[in-house]
């Protein structure tokens, strides 16, 4: 289960990704936050810019990655918040392989007029690897998309009116980066404050 805080940043985070509107992404766009036990890295979407999709990088262990993506949806069944806590299938890059996510907050937005649904991917991944397959397959096509898909017990149409978002990596190399030197850079802060207390 993803850590509270974390849930709680990206929840509070919501008023910004949501206050600004644009019709598409740009390259320059990436944003690299530090907060408690996280630093995070995330770029808009191209279809919906304020669906942005997150990498999470935990302090304690900066090699291992979380990611984390969300939807926004105008639909509004009664029983979205049931969601919470199911596994849903994706596909990724609009291949026929399916992946799952886990939607891990439903959270109101607008006046209630909508909805904001963060969803993860089931485990976390070593960064290094999982840096170097995501690029083998970026490289290939420049796209990276994710389209939520029907499964057992869920109907995507009956409760997302978009459900495919497309993101920009080019600049992923440079960011995944820059936020694994400032998390590194947070644990040499942390062990030079226990020295200087000696």
């Not at 907050?105 to 969803?119: E, K, T």
């Not at 970026?138 to 939520?148: M, T």
Request: aromatic share 14%; proline share 3%; glycine share 2%.
């Amino acid at each position: 289960m993803m850590h509270k805080f974390l849930l709680f940043f990206l929840y509070s985070s919501l008023v910004t990704f949501l206050s600004v509107t644009h019709s598409f992404a740009k390259e320059d766009e990436w944003q690299i936050d530090d907060f408690d036990s996280f630093i995070v890295a995330s770029v808009p979407g191209e279809v919906v810019h304020g669906d942005k999709l997150r990498f999470a990088l935990k302090k304690e262990s900066c090699d291992k990655l979380n990611i984390l993506f969300s939807f926004l949806t105008y639909k509004n069944p009664k029983e979205i918040k049931r969601l919470e806590g199911m596994t849903i299938p994706i596909k990724i890059n609009q291949e026929e392989i399916l992946g799952a996510a886990e939607i891990v907050l439903v959270q109101p937005a607008f006046n209630n007029m909508a909805y904001f649904v963060m969803l993860s991917a089931p485990k976390t991944y070593d960064l290094f690897d999982f840096s170097k397959s995501l690029m083998r397959e970026y490289n290939s096509d420049n796209k990276f998309s994710i389209e939520l898909v029907n499964g057992d017990d869920f109907r995507v149409k009956k409760y997302f009116d978009i459900s495919l978002n497309k993101w920009n990596l080019d600049m992923y190399p440079e960011k995944i980066n820059e936020t694994y030197e400032r998390c590194v850079k947070n644990n040499f802060k942390d062990i030079e404050t226990d020295l200087s207390s000696l």
